[in-house]
C-alpha cells in the first residue's frame, strides 16, 4: 500500500514528459515467423501462422526503452498512460477493425506483483481499452 501512494505522490511530483515528435512510428503488422512487414496488414507471408504481431516503435529508441524501464522498475506508473497513447496512435495508423479485438494483459507473478505493487500490462491494457471504449461510444453505430 505504502509503494502504491509513493508512486501516486511521485507521478504527481515529476509527470512523465510528452513523447518526442520525432519518433518513427512502426505503419504495419508483421508476420510472426520471418518478421517481414505485412503490405496493409492483409498479407499472410506463411499459411501456418494463425496470427500477426505488432510493435508501435523499435525497442532499440532510447527514449521507449526508459519509459519502459521506469515504469516495471521505478514505479513511474504515468509512462503508462504515453505508452498507451503511443499504442492508440499505432493501432490507428493500422488501421485495424478494434471492434473485433480483445486485450488482455499478460499476467505478473505473485512475487513480482507484490514487489511492484502493480501489473504494468494490466495498467497498459486498462488504458488501452477505456480510450479505445470512449471512441467507440463517440462514433455513431448504424
Given at each position: 500500500?505504502?509503494?502504491?501512494?509513493?508512486?501516486?505522490?511521485?507521478?504527481?511530483?515529476?509527470?512523465?514528459?510528452?513523447?518526442?515528435?520525432?519518433l518513427k512510428l512502426n505503419q504495419t503488422l508483421f508476420c510472426p515467423v520471418c518478421?517481414?512487414?505485412?503490405?496493409?496488414?492483409?498479407?499472410?507471408?506463411h499459411k501456418n501462422s494463425q496470427y500477426k504481431l505488432g510493435a508501435a516503435i523499435?525497442?532499440?529508441?532510447?527514449?521507449?526503452?526508459?519509459?519502459?524501464?521506469?515504469?516495471?522498475?521505478?514505479?513511474?506508473?504515468?509512462?503508462?498512460?504515453?505508452?498507451?497513447?503511443?499504442?492508440?496512435?499505432?493501432?490507428?495508423?493500422?488501421?485495424?477493425?478494434?471492434?473485433?479485438?480483445?486485450?488482455?494483459?499478460?499476467?505478473?507473478?505473485?512475487?513480482?506483483?507484490?514487489?511492484?505493487?502493480?501489473?504494468?500490462?494490466?495498467?497498459?491494457?486498462?488504458?488501452?481499452?477505456?480510450?479505445?471504449?470512449?471512441?467507440?461510444?463517440?462514433?455513431?453505430?448504424?
Amino acid at each position: 500500500m505504502f509503494k502504491l501512494i509513493k508512486n501516486w505522490v511521485w507521478d504527481i511530483l515529476f509527470p512523465a514528459l510528452d513523447l518526442p515528435q520525432n519518433l518513427k512510428l512502426n505503419q504495419t503488422l508483421f508476420c510472426p515467423v520471418c518478421r517481414a512487414r505485412l503490405a496493409r496488414n492483409v498479407k499472410i507471408c506463411h499459411k501456418n501462422s494463425q496470427y500477426k504481431l505488432g510493435a508501435a516503435i523499435s525497442y532499440n529508441d532510447e527514449t521507449i526503452r526508459k519509459l519502459i524501464w521506469q515504469l516495471k522498475y521505478r514505479g513511474r506508473t504515468g509512462n503508462a498512460t504515453l505508452l498507451a497513447n503511443l499504442l492508440i496512435r499505432y493501432l490507428e495508423t493500422c488501421n485495424l477493425k478494434l471492434g473485433t479485438f480483445i486485450i488482455v494483459p499478460i499476467p505478473l507473478s505473485k512475487t513480482r506483483l507484490r514487489k511492484r505493487g502493480y501489473n504494468q500490462a494490466m495498467l497498459l491494457a486498462k488504458i488501452l481499452s477505456d480510450n479505445l471504449l470512449k471512441e467507440k461510444v463517440r462514433k455513431p453505430i448504424f
